[in-house]
């Protein structure tokens, strides 16, 4: 059986393959990649390498986008 | 009539007025309203992607980033760490320079919180974003910002969506006289006609949500404040008869029968 870790997305709590990479991530969510940004434990993510960012146990992602505000 | 600049951060606008994008009942009924207003600016929200319900309608889908001006702004930051951090966000979505700065120190009254405010503007544009900043209508802490390096000055009309319009007209025309930053009155106007004051005040421009988004008819009030704007600004370089206590007669008094 393959290991399993928690992280929060957008506080929700998944449970994922320990082997996930935030790519994993955006695209099993069908995340527009151009039209959001990424933060990783608070960390601002370079959109053009989390092919190459490895998902740990309790990692904390946020995705943001626009929205109507004033 | 010479040509009426309104530059931002050495980018040129026709429109001087800019809208929120926020309480419409859809984002159809927003989009439809910014085109009616002539707005080339708006304000957005940085929020999380709903991961759920994805099928929700995104913004860039209504309003064309390429061809509308987005101005992130820090709605519903409490502390300057909260703003940076949207901030920062905001310029990764695809690098946005140019920023609305709102820290707010008071959930009931909204009123911006300016020790925070002023400390985000200084750390903003050592990192290179052009601030717009969110303030009280204070002569003093305007000159503070612009000092800290602050791209324009956006001062309350009154509280954020009370539709108050124009609380403090001698504070506003102070700021006007002391700089030469784009003025903009930012939040509390509730109908065109207070758009047209601030503009006869010397404002280089509003901004406006909750009035237009509101209205009973958005439509038609985003085009009236559109119009008021147009009014107001020309009506200020008209430069106004002086007032006076007693009348003045319109025709002439030699000839009367």
Same mark, same amino acid.
């Given at each position: 059986m393959k290991k399993k870790i928690k992280i929060k997305l957008n506080g929700k709590l998944k449970t994922i393959n320990n082997k996930s990479t935030l790519f994993n991530i955006v695209q099993k969510n069908k995340i527009p990649l151009a039209k959001v940004a990424i933060e990783l434990n608070q960390e601002i993510v370079d959109k053009k390498k989390i092919k190459n960012i490895n998902l740990k146990n309790n990692d904390k992602i946020e995705i943001v986008h626009f929205i109507g505000g004033g | 009539m010479k040509k009426d600049k309104f530059i931002i951060s050495k980018k040129n606008f026709s429109s001087r007025l800019i809208v929120g994008t926020g309480k419409y009942k859809s984002m159809h009924e927003c989009a439809k309203a910014i085109k009616l207003s002539g707005a080339e600016i708006v304000t957005v929200a940085v929020r999380r992607v709903n991961i759920t319900d994805k099928k929700k309608p995104l913004l860039m889908d209504y309003i064309d980033?390429?061809?509308?001006?987005?101005?992130?702004?820090?709605?519903?930051?409490?502390?300057?760490?909260?703003? #940076? $951090?949207?901030? $920062? #966000?905001? $310029?990764?979505?695809?690098?946005?320079?140019?920023?609305?700065?709102?820290?707010?120190?008071?959930?009931?009254?909204?009123?911006? !919180?300016?020790? !925070?405010?002023?400390? /985000?503007?200084?750390?903003?544009?050592?990192?290179?974003?052009?601030?717009?900043?969110?303030?009280?209508?204070?002569?003093?802490?305007?000159? $503070?910002?612009?000092? /800290?390096?602050?791209?324009? @000055?956006?001062?309350?009309?009154?509280?954020?969506? /009370?539709?108050?319009?124009?609380?403090? !007209?001698?504070?506003?025309?102070?700021?006007?006289?002391?700089?030469?930053?784009?003025? @903009?009155?930012?939040?509390?106007?509730?109908?065109? /006609?207070?758009?047209?004051?601030?503009?006869?005040l010397g404002c280089d421009g509003v901004l406006v949500n909750t009035a237009i988004a509101k209205a009973k008819k958005p439509f038609q009030m985003a085009l009236a404040f559109k119009n008021a704007v147009i009014a107001g600004r020309q009506s200020y370089l008209s430069g106004r008869i002086k007032k006076t206590l007693y009348g003045n007669p319109s025709s002439p008094k030699s000839g009367i029968i």
């Open positions: - | 980033p390429k061809k509308i001006t987005y101005l992130p702004n820090t709605a519903g930051c409490f502390n300057s760490k909260e703003a #940076l $951090r949207t901030l $920062r #966000l905001a $310029r990764e979505i695809g690098g946005w320079k140019l920023v609305k700065l709102e820290v707010l120190g008071d959930k009931k009254n909204l009123f911006p !919180e300016m020790i !925070e405010t002023l400390k /985000s503007t200084e750390i903003l544009t050592k990192e290179g974003f052009k601030v717009m900043v969110y303030c009280n209508d204070d002569p003093l802490m305007a000159k $503070r910002l612009e000092n /800290s390096g602050a791209c324009a @000055i956006m001062p309350l009309a009154a509280p954020i969506g /009370s539709g108050l319009g124009i609380i403090n !007209e001698i504070n506003i025309k102070i700021i006007r006289k002391q700089t030469k930053l784009p003025l @903009i009155i930012d939040a509390g106007l509730g109908q065109a /006609s207070d758009a047209a004051i601030a503009m006869e």
